[in-house]
């Protein structure tokens, strides 16, 4: 072989490890995200299997606040039912969605909470304190996780709007960027939901 052929076949070789490296990259980011997701619906499956217990220990002290409650029901089911969803399917439109939902539940429980403050015997309750507390935890726990999820989905998108990344993320199926796990009131969801007694 000459010395041409070979140089070129070193070069061809290298541009094959090069490509393979891209795609591999690509595919661990995606699957870092999705993890970092999991992660995310771990901690909400936690608060949402928490709200209905929350509930019911209110129900037999606030009888005549029944609304509140179907809401507060009606909020966790419907966030619930799309995060069940969006483990299918994580894009950014479904991405968005979720987070409408996730915030109609928080202001849902914000509401409970305030109707709380009304009921002495209900603050005083041990069952009250003890499933506010772990659902404040739980909060805690989704607002690191989001985080996580959050720069694992920068890292994707970054590297995938990257040369020569770009170029060949779209033949590898790689063909949207991933959405953040925002909410509109961001600065108020970084409280953690005050339940006081």
Same mark, same amino acid.
Request: aromatic fraction near 8%; charge should be neutral.
């Given at each position: 072989m000459?010395?041409?052929?070979?140089?070129?076949? !070193?070069?061809?070789?290298?541009?094959?490890?090069?490509?393979?490296?891209?795609?591999?990259?690509? $595919?661990?980011?995606?699957?870092?995200?999705?993890?970092?997701? !999991?992660?995310?619906?771990?901690q909400l499956k936690?608060?949402?299997?928490?709200?209905?217990?929350? $509930?019911?220990?209110?129900?037999?002290?606030?009888k005549h606040e029944q609304e509140t409650l179907e809401k507060v029901i009606s909020a966790r089911n419907a966030a619930?039912?799309?995060? &069940? %969803?969006?483990?299918?399917?994580?894009? *950014?439109? %479904?991405?968005?969605?979720?987070? &409408?939902?996730?915030?109609?539940?928080?202001?849902?429980?914000?509401?409970?909470?305030? $109707?709380?403050?009304?009921? *002495? %015997?209900?603050?005083?309750? &041990?069952?009250?304190?003890q499933l506010s507390e772990e659902l404040t935890s739980t909060e805690n726990k989704v607002s690191r996780a989001r985080q996580f999820y959050n720069d694992a989905v920068t890292d994707y998108n970054n590297f995938r709007q990257s040369f020569p990344p770009n170029v060949l993320a779209n033949m590898f199926g790689h063909t949207q960027d991933i959405g953040l796990l925002e909410f509109a009131d961001s600065a108020q969801i970084q409280q953690v939901p005050k339940v006081s007694f």
């Open positions: 000459s010395i041409p052929t070979i140089i070129t076949l !070193a070069i061809l070789i290298g541009a094959a490890f090069y490509v393979i490296s891209i795609y591999n990259n690509l $595919v661990k980011k995606r699957n870092t995200f999705k993890n970092a997701f !999991a992660q995310i619906e771990v936690r608060r949402h299997d928490l709200i209905p217990n929350l $509930v019911e220990t209110a129900k037999g002290y606030m619930a039912n799309l995060l &069940q %969803d969006l483990a299918q399917h994580l894009t *950014p439109d %479904d991405v968005r969605k979720f987070s &409408q939902a996730e915030q109609s539940l928080t202001g849902a429980l914000g509401q409970l909470n305030v $109707v709380m403050e009304n009921y *002495p %015997d209900l603050k005083a309750s &041990q069952n009250m304190m």
